[in-house]
């Protein structure tokens, strides 16, 4: 075990939960999950003076932010007090590349939402000193008392955010190299995929497990391996996403595809339709 390791395990350990309390809900379809998901934004938004949600990116995340602008057409909140922090950014791309993750968030999410540009914040793609800003975005979380509510997806190896298998879990943000398996996963996205850049910049998981509340967010039949791994993987990090196992507020929402290899008593499916609150 790292130092880094070691040193995690012991923050962690004072919740000590085991393997099957991880709180897993399962939805009929990808749909109910990513409402689910929605609501648990408005949820954080509507209980916190001064809310502060963590965002992701990727394909898992376009029905959530859809969800959510309708539920707020439906029950409009006050989103002056709101702050966003996105997960992470291609290094290289500038806000306007179309694969860019500032324009991802601008078409799902931010060009609805009348949200003051000054609380939105993601990882800056061409920062002249990377670095630098790297430590200005974990300090800006935590000037703000961190985050109520983490979104996270998964990459096909484990990854969260740009955290890719071997990451200290003791990082803060960071510059990445992206692994090849995120370099063909998410190549797909690029009209030629030799576009696709080497590296990004992405929060750190000490950044993430710091969240107060996490949702991590698995669907598809792709996925369900990983699914799987995470289930029965010790805390490791080979597995970075393994790091979130002793989180004490951490939901992972599947749909039953995402779930079709773990082992059936691990879960009860929920059977939240898109009318159902949470
Ligand atoms: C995106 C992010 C990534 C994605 C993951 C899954 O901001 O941090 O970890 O959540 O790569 O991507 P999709 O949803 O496209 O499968």
Do not use: W
């Amino acid at each position: 075990m790292t130092a880094a390791l070691a040193s995690f395990c012991a923050i962690m350990q004072r919740y000590q939960p085991t393997q099957t309390q991880l709180m897993y809900k399962v939805f009929e379809t990808a749909d109910a999950a990513a409402y689910y998901t929605a609501q648990r934004m408005l949820k954080t938004i509507q209980a916190m003076p001064e809310p502060v949600l963590g965002l992701a990116t990727g394909s898992t995340m376009e029905p959530v932010y859809a969800h959510f602008l309708q539920l707020l057409q439906r029950d409009p909140v006050d989103l002056s007090q709101l702050t966003t922090f996105n997960l992470d950014e291609y290094l290289g791309l500038s806000v306007t590349h179309a694969q860019s993750y500032h324009y991802y968030m601008q078409q799902h999410l931010f060009s609805k939402l009348a949200l003051p540009q000054e609380n939105i914040h993601l990882p800056g793609g061409v920062a002249s000193d990377a670095e630098a800003a790297c430590q200005a975005y974990s300090a800006a979380i935590q000037a703000l008392g961190g985050l109520d509510l983490q979104l996270l997806g998964i990459g096909s190896n484990g990854h969260i955010g740009f955290n890719e298998p071997q990451t200290s879990f003791a990082s803060r943000t960071h510059v990445v190299e992206l692994s090849e398996q995120t370099r063909i996963d998410n190549g797909r996205f690029f009209a030629d995929q030799s576009e696709m850049p080497t590296h990004a910049i992405t929060l750190g998981i000490q950044d993430i497990v710091e969240a107060k509340e996490v949702v991590l967010m698995i669907t598809g039949r792709h996925k369900a391996d990983i699914v799987a791994q995470l289930y029965h993987s010790p805390i490791d990090e080979a597995l970075p996403a393994s790091a979130l196992k002793q989180h004490p507020h951490l939901t992972i929402v599947l749909d039953r595809e995402a779930a079709a290899l773990l082992p059936s008593q691990a879960f009860a499916v929920s059977s939240l339709s898109s009318a159902q609150a949470v």
